[in-house]
């Protein structure tokens, strides 16, 4: 009752108090394992009153219980929990049935074994075949389904395994549920199976979280690691990992930090030369079957939006990042100087730990790495990842470069000195080999057939597979071969030579003269288990697994469609063979008792699960090891290093030498030991049998002009027409289009995908066979997006690039080139009202209108567009995003957004509205035959235009209304840059207000920079800087308005009708010719000079004339930002919408804005460092001094904070809200003013 109850650990002699304790009770606690205790308290965030909690009697971390067991605890009192481990006992199963121990898919083979040892460790057993066996239910053992043996090779012994066999097949029972096989008459049979789509699921599941397992440098902690399998984070104390040092010259200057990356095996070493084997068979996992990689396996990186097979792969690259040094090479390994045996957990080892020096295999096995990863990180959605895409890229360029500058350290042989373990080198003509699978992950990564195609084209025959005609499971073959199939996805690849290793496949896979022709092997039923292979040697499961994979390579690349229902049946077999069919009926992956799979390794050789340790066995210590390790399997070159013999695995038919167990003096490794090459090959092979779409991405569907409509749509069968994708693709997904010039009109049949071009490769969209419309058109869809195009080439009346038009939404075109799109394919054709040409064009047709259009980053050129315009937002459209675009070289206007053109049948509706045009660039939108802008708002509202240049163009920007009795309103125009534009840098207004336009309201221009407009000679030259027409409640303030024309005007305001409510002020003006001579005019009455100006109108009462002091304006393009001495500095306005310049510059960066474009002065941009010295961290690339004034800008504006790590001064400091500044102890900031 007094709060004061706690727990003590103690020998009966001392005791010490638990770092969890504090003023709440805390009693009653029961040891779960090691380090953990539960225990009740009152500590708050429970649900009242004690509650259940586990805590770590070493670090003081708590967890409530709650996280683990949902609704253990309750509003009222938990005073005890104990915990109580049992194992699960094993199925009363014969011995002499195999099967799939976890099940099989509905509608694929099924075949259990039945198995009489005629010969090896068993062959006093026998067992005979009945004459009938039925499928039970493992619930109440009802019958569903009778089978009768079929005997294998009419009773012959299997050489394999010295059993005689007979198949079990039921694949024509295909219903869902849980499952045992008994002979007729019998209760005992199989171990347990089930019958489900998704019954791999959990399997590779576990087989996947086993690289968490084996991370370097991290610690196990719950939630991410199970209670069972916890250690903190290893191989980070003196002179490991964090401190690593070259081995033949360990001294402090060779330090590096090598740490992360996998444990390569059941020890803790790291090697290049095995971590290449299982990245790139996790990469093709990942490729070959994209949908089935969950966000959920329980990793700490969960819940990221990526896939966690990526993000496991993430932390083996980050780790060979590591490796690679500054001239492209990588270092050979990181591993223990010596070896006492294995050491449990792996935290447990304090060994010194160095590294190898750089090696040429492990450049080239790190190179082909690196592309392959790169190809695949840069085509996922998330721009950090992108990112991370483009830094492997260059490491893979930077080792290729080493590659190529260094022939005469190639091959390498690398010595092993200083150390004990594995060299892990690579004999010559396997880094030869891998050069040649290198070049052809870098010619699917940049299109660089000099230098990529050439070398592959000339080395590809220099591979095993063409040397041997054979399929080879050895010498990184399975990943050569792999990289040989590669390359027929680029469209760059030479044809003849994608015949050409298809062709020698194919024949591989049934040369009677070679060891291994698998094809050969299945169609004779030469194995009884239905694993073909030839021999059982050290790491066999890998090799088995290549085997299936030899069979999936087949039907992923299409080399033999028809029969791609056997190639998958085949291989199955291994799967199933890894599961449990097998002579000793064992699931060859550790520990799955916790997803019913029966029989799993018990125990294997790891560092970690030390025999003899907690996690040694699951039948015999506390926790067993953990849940999903694939062994090495059965090894028939197996010797004891002892006087005597082990059978099993000695003596003993090929695939019955094996046996569980783990043992140091027994050498077990050759046998039980786990790798991380052995896992990814079963993951590899097992991921090709999942169907559950989990993953967190959208589908991915891939076109080329080398592929064809009747294929799937996958990366190594694509699709062959931009249009048949955008109308087959699934809602949601993403069309990725690979190089080359597609001859073809789309129509978009689908709502919902990503079109976009394939790791930025040159896409172009030809409409020279299009007579009619749009090379793309968009009609009543909804989140449609086109990325990265050049569209070209569509020549007729009316013609378009891009049509949007209906009841659109979410829709995005970005980054893509459209030019050439004419209304005649002759350049000298007049036009006139009815010759039109729209590149990119978006009609609001509907009564509903359409939303969230968005145009960014496009480049719009070279187009004669007759009456109409280069990107057009026209009618019924609500919300929409015109942004970074580059719009130039166009026969009329450039950008417009329109209103009252009866686009839309309910005139209520017909405006384009709510809307940004920004950060946008136009230039030569020239018509000879109207007075064009590069920018033009004709009778639109609600719309800002904001930090845009415009010049060349006949006007500038324009803000208008061509319909009588119709306005444009709610235009902002601000932060532009506007400069020699052929007329008026702005015009505003209804021309020919009201019996001829409509007119303008409600529209504010300021803080933009207009600069020698007016640029025409001859009879149409007159013109000024801003000419306005008939306009209510406009204004126009915190301008610059530098004119140079000799007509010596700076503003035009004429009309049929005086402008009403219409306000000048608080401008900059200048022109050359002084202050008492330029001129302005209002409602046909001149002024000459600006003081008459003023005085005669009432405008401008607040503004002045002065040279604004722009920074070079005699350059092209002319420099209009300020320089020190300008007027325009803190002489503006504030406004609340005002919060950054033409640049991006916040502002104001002092006390008021400066007017004009563009805000001066010094501001922290923290793009380096913290560091306030450094000058790469500031605006101007220079520290600012004594005289300066600087300003801090918000958080969001910059990566890094600043910090006064050494004395400064300046004049002024501004400081906004939210931001930080450090000034370190014993450090002064000075600030003067």
């Known amino acids: 009752n007094n709060h004061e109850d706690q727990i003590y650990l103690g020998d009966g002699t001392t005791s010490t108090k638990l770092p969890f304790n504090d003023e709440y009770d805390y009693s009653d606690g029961f040891f779960v394992r090691d380090n953990y205790i539960f225990f009740p308290s009152t500590r708050p965030g429970g649900k009242g009153g004690y509650d259940l909690y586990v805590g770590d009697i070493n670090t003081g971390d708590v967890w409530s219980l709650e996280q683990y067991f949902a609704g253990i605890n309750t509003s009222k009192e938990e005073l005890a929990a104990s915990y109580s481990f049992y194992k699960k006992t094993k199925s009363a199963a014969i011995k002499y049935i195999a099967l799939d121990n976890i099940g099989y898919r509905p509608d694929d083979g099924k075949i259990a074994i039945l198995r009489d040892p005629v010969t090896g460790y068993d062959s006093g057993e026998s067992y005979n075949a009945g004459s009938s066996y039925q499928i039970k239910k493992v619930s109440d053992s009802t019958v569903v389904f009778t089978i009768t043996p079929e005997e294998w090779k009419n009773g012959s012994t299997h050489d394999q395994s010295g059993d005689k066999v007979w198949w079990l097949n039921f694949t024509g029972f295909t219903t869902p549920g849980d499952y045992f096989i008994a002979e007729t008459g019998k209760d005992t049979g199989s171990y347990a199976f089930s019958i489900d789509e998704n019954v791999y699921d959990d399997i590779l599941k576990e087989a996947m979280r086993t690289f968490y397992y084996q991370r370097c440098g991290i610690a196990k902690e719950i939630p991410y690691a199970s209670s069972n399998w916890t250690d903190v984070a290893c191989h980070l104390d003196t002179e490991q990992d964090l401190d690593c040092r070259l081995v033949t010259d360990p001294v402090a200057s060779t330090s590096k930090d090598l740490s992360g990356g996998w444990h390569d ?466 809602s949601g997904s993403t069309i990725n289009v690979m190089q080359g010039t597609y001859y073809e009109q789309i129509s978009v049949g689908v709502d919902s995908i990503t079109v976009q071009n394939y790791l930025g490769q040159a896409v172009v969209i030809d409409g020279t066979n299009i007579t009619s419309g749009a090379i793309i058109e968009i009609y009543n869809r909804k989140g449609i997006t086109f990325d990265g195009f050049e569209l070209q080439n569509n020549i007729h009346n009316d013609a378009q690039g891009i049509l949007v038009d209906g009841e659109c939404h979410d829709i995005m075109i970005k980054n893509c080139k459209i030019h050439d799109i004419h209304f005649s394919n002759n350049p000298n054709d007049p036009a006139n009202s009815n010759t039109n040409a729209q590149p990119l064009i978006v009609f609001g047709s509907s009564t509903i209108p359409s939303t969230n259009i968005n145009v960014y980053g496009n480049e719009i050129y070279d187009s004669r567009v007759g009456y109409s315009e280069a990107l057009a937002i026209n009618g019924n459209i609500d919300t929409f995003e015109i942004v970074n675009n580059s719009v130039h070289d166009i026969t009329n206007i450039g950008i417009v957004m329109i209103g009252h053109e009866q686009t839309c049948s309910d005139p209520a509706l017909d405006q384009a509205r709510n809307g940004i045009c920004k950060e946008n660039i136009t230039y030569k939108c020239s018509s000879p035959y109207a007075a064009n802008a590069g920018i033009y708002i004709d009778g639109a509202k609600d719309i800002v235009i904001e930090r845009n240049t415009c010049y060349r163009n006949i006007w500038g920007i324009e803000i208008g209304c061509e319909h009588s009795g119709k306005s444009a309103s709610g235009i902002t125009v601000k932060n532009n840059v506007i400069y020699r534009n052929a007329k008026a840098g702005i015009a505003l207004g209804g021309y020919d207000y009201p019996s001829g336009s409509g007119k303008v309201i409600d529209t504010y221009i300021y803080n933009n920079s207009l600069f020698d407009n007016d640029t025409l000679t001859g009879p149409d030259s007159y013109d000024p800087e801003i000419n306005i027409s008939y306009a209510e409640n406009c204004w126009i303030k915190n301008n610059i308005i530098y004119g140079t024309n000799s007509d010596n005007i700076l503003v035009i305001q004429n009309s049929n009708t005086a402008p009403v409510n219409m306000v000048l002020d608080s401008n900059i003006y200048y022109h050359p010719v002084g202050t008492n001579d330029v001129e302005f005019e209002w409602q046909n009455s001149s002024y000459q000079g600006f003081a008459n100006w003023q005085s005669g109108t009432g405008q401008d009462a607040n503004s002045i004339f002065d040279n604004p002091d722009f920074i070079d304006i005699s350059s092209f393009p002319p420099d209009l930002h300020l320089t020190s001495t300008s007027p325009a500095i803190e002489a503006g306005s504030n406004y609340s919408d005002l919060t950054v310049d033409r640049d991006s510059v916040w502002r104001p960066l002092l006390a008021k804005v400066d007017k004009g474009a563009y805000e001066y002065g010094i501001y922290w941009t923290g793009q380096v460092s913290n560091d306030w010295h450094t000058a790469g961290n500031w605006s101007g690339n220079a520290v600012p001094g004594s005289t300066d004034n600087v300003t801090i800008p918000p958080p969001e504006f910059y990566e890094y904070y600043p910090e006064v790590n050494s004395n400064a001064q300046v004049n002024k400091i501004y400081l906004y809200e939210n931001s930080k500044l450090i000034v370190k102890p014993g450090v002064n900031l000075s600030i003067s003013n």
């Open 265 to 730: 095996a059941g020890d803790y070493n790291k090697y290049i030369n095995y971590a290449d084997i299982a990245v790139h068979d996790l990469l093709s996992a990942f490729e070959e079957n994209p949908k089935i990689w969950g966000d959920d396996y329980d990793l700490p990186e969960s819940g990221n939006g990526i896939p966690d097979i990526l993000d496991e792969i993430k932390w083996e690259l980050d780790w060979m990042l590591k490796m690679q040094t500054d001239d492209g090479s990588v270092l050979h390994k990181v591993s223990s100087i010596n070896w006492d045996g294995p050491t449990c957990p792996p935290s447990s080892e304090k060994t010194v730990r160095r590294y190898a020096p750089a090696t040429a295999s492990a450049t080239i096995n790190s190179c082909g790495v690196f592309a392959h990863a790169a190809i695949v990180f840069k085509s996922l959605p998330d721009e950090k990842l992108k990112a991370y895409g483009d830094t492997l890229q260059t490491a893979a360029l930077n080792a290729w470069n080493w590659i190529d500058t260094h022939p005469g350290d190639i091959p390498s042989n690398y010595d092993n000195a200083g150390f004990v373990n594995a060299a892990a080198e690579d004999d010559s003509y396997t880094q030869y080999a891998n050069i040649t699978a290198a070049s052809s992950y870098l010619l699917v990564l940049t299109g660089d057939t000099t230098t990529y195609r050439t070398y592959f084209d000339d080395h590809y025959q220099d591979t095993h597979l063409f040397q041997w005609t054979a399929i080879s499971v050895y010498f990184k073959d399975p990943q050569i071969n792999e990289a040989l199939f590669y390359y027929s996805i680029s469209p760059f690849a030479t044809s003849s030579v994608v015949t050409d290793i298809q062709d020698k496949y194919m024949e591989s896979m049934t040369n009677e003269y070679s060891d291994f022709p698998p094809l050969n092997m299945y169609n004779d039923s030469t194995d009884a288990y239905r694993a073909y292979l030839y021999d059982a040697n050290w790491g066999s499961n890998s090799y088995k697994s290549y085997g299936g994979s030899s069979f999936s390579n087949i039907w992923v690349y299409g080399f033999d469609v028809a029969n791609n229902d056997n190639h998958k049946d085949a291989a199955q077999g291994y799967v199933h063979y890894f599961h449990g069919t097998n002579p000793f009926r064992q699931l060859y992956l550790s520990n799955l008792d916790n997803i019913n799979g029966e029989n799993s390794v018990p125990e294997f050789y790891h560092g970690w699960f030390e025999d003899g340790s907690g996690y040694d066995n699951i039948d015999t210590s506390l926790y067993g090891p953990a849940p999903g390790y694939l062994v090495g399997g059965p090894n028939e070159y197996y010797v004891s290093p002892g006087s005597g013999t082990i059978e099993p695995p000695e003596n003993q038919p090929k695939i019955k030498s094996y046996k569980n167990w783990n043992s140091v003096e027994d050498h077990s490794w050759e046998i039980t030991e786990n790798q991380d090459l052995y896992q990814s090959a079963y993951i590899k092979l097992l991921a090709n049998f999942v169907s559950s779409p989990n993953s967190p991405l959208s589908d991915q569907y891939y076109v080329s002009t080398s592929g064809d409509n009747s294929n799937p749509g996958t990366l190594q069968l694509p699709w062959r027409d931009i249009d048949y994708a955008c109308n087959n693709a699934t």
